[in-house]
Structures are given as C-alpha cells and as structure tokens.
T-cell receptor
C-alpha cells in the first residue's frame, strides 16, 4: 500500500516568507509526528498528533511554527517569517494505534531559507 | 541528560567484523523499543523491534535490559551495505505514545 508522502520534496524560500509543508500519512494511522533534522544532526521532535486528542506541541521551537491535522488525516506544518536557521529536512511519520507499532517516515521536505 | 543516549561513533570496522551499539534510556516506564537505520540523505527506516526476550533477524540481534535501562544492537559479519546511522527509539507507551529518538550511531564498514 501507499506509504507516507510529503510535499513539496524541496522548498527554497526567502527569509521572512511563510511556508507550508504537507504530510499525507498512511491511511488508518492514528498518530502523526513531525520532526526536523539539520545536516549531520539527529531528529528533533516538533509535534505529535494522536487521534482527536490535543496535540503535543512541546517540541515546536518558537511561535512561528504551527501545525494542524485535518480530519485525522493530512497534516500541514506552517513556518511563518522563516529564518535561515529554519533550513533543515522536515520529516513526517505516522503510526498505527498500539504501543508496539513502529513509525513509518515520509521522504521529507528539504527546506532552504536564503 | 537526554532521554535516549547513544554513542555517536563513528564506528569504523572492516568487512566481516562484529560490531555492537548500546543505547540507554532514562524513563523506566518506557514500553517499546526499536532500532532504525538511516542512510545518508534518506528518511529513517525500521530495522527491527526490540523484544523483552531479545530477538534476532539474520545477522542482527537486539537485546533489551530493563533493569539497566539499555538496549543493544549486534551486527555480525558486517557488510559494506551496513554502513549507515543507527537510531535507537524508545516509546513511552499508551495507545500510540510519543517516541524519543537517539541522535544515532554512525557505522562505516570498510573493505
């Protein structure tokens, strides 16, 4: 079946612009995660959605970052007034219910802020 | 202290070598554990889950030690294609709880 998809695959923007990154999780997966990964670094947790529960936003680095998940499926990560330090690969993952299920990752969106 | 800690390496080993990675976690209530593999400029992919009794998949063996709060990954007869970053992942449990990733251990297998 289809895996996690993300769009765009690459995004180049100018400092100060807003960007939206999209994630389509695997159908039926109740949990959805966003991570950020800078070159040569580990995964940085950003936000986690689980069903209809309030999202865990504890990883969002500033109030310029926000995310929503509509209808329990597609998610959009929005970065307002982008800064050069926002340049990274943004990875989305989804997971089926149950504590023993693994996360499946999308291919990521590579964001470059000039 | 990070919730999940890994030795970053790099580990440089010759083909055919046996190499082991450890990962420690701080939350004793953690419920499930995984090893992921990430190739350069690619997304992480599941290598194997880690079960309480330990588990093996071909050349790969994963072990869990709840008392000492660490998990390990053993790779036997290393291949060039094993070169990658290996990420330790710990789940806090619940219906689909938040996962914490280690920063990864980099392995390079040389001819």
């Amino acid at each position: 079946g289809a895996g996690v998809s993300q769009s765009p695959s690459n995004k180049v923007t100018e400092k100060g612009k807003d960007v939206e990154l999209r994630c389509d999780p695997i159908s039926g997966h109740t949990a959805l995660y966003w991570y950020r990964q800078s070159l040569g670094q580990g995964l940085e947790f950003l936000i986690y959605f689980q069903g209809n529960s309030a999202p865990d936003k504890s990883g969002l680095p500033s109030d310029r970052f926000s995310a929503e998940r509509t209808g329990g499926s597609v998610s959009t990560l929005t970065i307002q007034r982008t800064q050069q330090e926002d340049s990274a690969v943004y990875l989305c993952a989804s997971r089926a219910s149950g504590p023993y299920n693994e996360q499946f990752f999308g291919p990521g969106t590579r964001l470059t802020v000039l | 202290r990070k919730e999940v800690e890994q030795d970053p390496g790099p580990f440089n080993v010759p083909e055919g070598a046996t190499v082991a990675f450890n990962c420690t976690y701080s939350n004793s209530a953690s419920q499930s554990f995984f090893w992921y593999r990430q190739d350069c400029r690619k997304e992480p992919k599941l290598l194997m889950s880690v079960y309480s009794s330990g588990n093996e998949d071909g050349r790969f063996t994963a072990q869990l030690n709840r008392a000492s709060q660490y998990i390990s990954l053993l790779i036997r007869d290393s291949k060039l294609s094993d070169s990658a970053t290996y990420l330790c992942v710990v789940n806090k449990g619940g219906n689909a709880g938040k996962s914490t990733f280690g920063d990864g251990t980099t392995l390079t297998v040389k001819p």
